[in-house]
């Protein structure tokens, strides 16, 4: 049986870093994406790709996804692994997206793979699993914002992505703004131990305080250890902004939906501790771009690209985003 599927890639607007303790975020799944198209049978999935170097050679019943290569194999194979297809899948794979900017390929990949074997699942269900595949793969304990993002996404709208009850809700891009991404040259090694040990810091951080996601800045303030309350600080009020952002956006007050985006950045380099120079200089330089309204730091961090909502006209090169519908087959 022949199939094609696509998977959007995600670029996150407000709302980083917070959906690995059940907060909020601000993706939308934009035009770029992953597509695979091959014919399903046998007991094997075989994919080449237009892209990447090598071949994935993942059997149905594959037992440990971590050791596939080539690299992006193992991606194919974590979703093989949770999925467990009882037919295999022999084609190929091509993608619009850059791999490593933080715009999710790798969550494109996956939803591309889980449909083309003929996944049937809700949408959320799909995601989590995709999410499962892709911490098995990489061994980053991530967050459900990208996979979700791939599977959810609605044509002119954000998402506004509530991580704890795992809910999508659409909120149109008003047409007098674009989203931008623009690559630092910085290739995002999400160093998997740096974002683990971000995430165990959260952890730690909800033992002392209860569930950031109903935390105050206050509460926060007094956790004893300061590397501990500046991280917790990070998360509740990148909550406060996708709330914050969403308003100035619906009221049309980009002005302050840009402040709300370097006030984002701001607390991703100074408590998170997720940027770099390069990354903080890029956002400097497009603040000081006419019809910038505003830029941050946009997925794990520690390198990829900066996203920027900006007027139509302005002067920036990178990826124009536009906020696009979900993942889907378009054969089979
Ligand atoms: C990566 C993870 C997501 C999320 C972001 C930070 O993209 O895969 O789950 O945690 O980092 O917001």
């Known amino acids: 049986m022949s199939v094609r599927a696509f998977a959007p890639g995600r670029v996150n607007v407000i709302g980083e870093h917070t959906d690995h303790t059940g907060g909020l975020a601000l993706p939308m799944a934009v035009q770029l994406g992953?597509?695979?198209?091959?014919?399903?049978?046998?007991?094997?999935?075989?994919?080449?790709?237009?892209?990447?170097?090598?071949?994935?050679?993942?059997?149905?019943?594959?037992?440990?996804?971590?050791?596939?290569?080539?690299?992006?194999?193992?991606?194919?194979?974590?979703?093989?692994?949770?999925?467990?297809?009882?037919?295999?899948?022999?084609?190929?794979?091509?993608?619009?997206?850059?791999?490593?900017?933080?715009?999710?390929?790798?969550?494109?990949?996956?939803?591309?793979?889980?449909?083309?074997?003929?996944a049937d699942a809700e949408p959320v269900a799909l995601a989590r699993l995709c999410r499962r595949a892709e911490q098995r793969a990489s061994g980053v304990p991530c967050g459900i914002m990208d996979q979700l993002a791939s599977v959810a996404?609605?044509?002119?709208?954000?998402?506004?992505?509530?991580?704890?009850?795992?809910?999508?809700?659409?909120?149109p891009l008003p047409e007098e703004v674009a989203v931008v991404a623009v690559h630092s040259g910085q290739s995002r090694s999400l160093a998997a131990s740096a974002y683990a040990e971000r995430r165990a810091q959260c952890a730690a951080a909800e033992a002392e305080v209860g569930p950031l996601r109903d935390a105050t800045v206050a509460e926060v303030g007094a956790i004893v250890d300061p590397v501990l309350r500046r991280r917790a600080r990070h998360v509740v009020t990148e909550n406060a902004r996708v709330g914050a952002f969403v308003a100035a956006l619906q009221s049309g007050d980009f002005a302050s939906a840009g402040e709300v985006l370097v006030a984002g950045h701001r607390s991703l380099a100074d408590?998170?501790?997720?940027?770099?120079?390069?990354?903080?200089?890029?956002?400097?330089?497009?603040?000081?771009?006419?019809?910038?309204?505003?830029?941050?730091?946009?997925?794990?961090?520690?390198?990829?690209?900066?996203?920027?909502?900006?007027?139509?006209?302005?002067?920036?090169?990178?990826?124009?985003?536009?906020?696009?519908?979900?993942?889907?087959?378009?054969e089979g």
């Open 271 to 330: 408590d998170f501790e997720v940027s770099t120079p390069v990354l903080d200089e890029l956002v400097d330089r497009l603040l000081a771009t006419p019809g910038v309204h505003g830029a941050r730091l946009t997925g794990g961090g520690f390198g990829g690209a900066v996203v920027a909502l900006v007027a139509p006209g302005a002067s920036v090169e990178g990826w124009w985003l536009r906020p696009s519908a979900g993942a889907r087959l378009l």
């Open 34 to 118: 992953t597509t695979i198209t091959g014919e399903r049978a046998g007991e094997v999935v075989r994919l080449r790709s237009a892209d990447e170097p090598g071949e994935a050679v993942v059997p149905i019943d594959v037992v440990d996804p971590s050791a596939a290569e080539p690299g992006w194999a193992r991606y194919v194979a974590g979703v093989v692994a949770e999925l467990r297809p009882v037919v295999g899948l022999t084609g190929e794979v091509s993608t619009t997206l850059p791999v490593g900017a933080g715009l999710s390929s790798s969550a494109a990949l996956e939803v591309a793979v889980a449909l083309a074997l003929g």
């Open 153 to 171: 996404g609605v044509d002119g709208s954000l998402l506004v992505m509530d991580c704890g009850a795992e809910t999508v809700t659409p909120v």
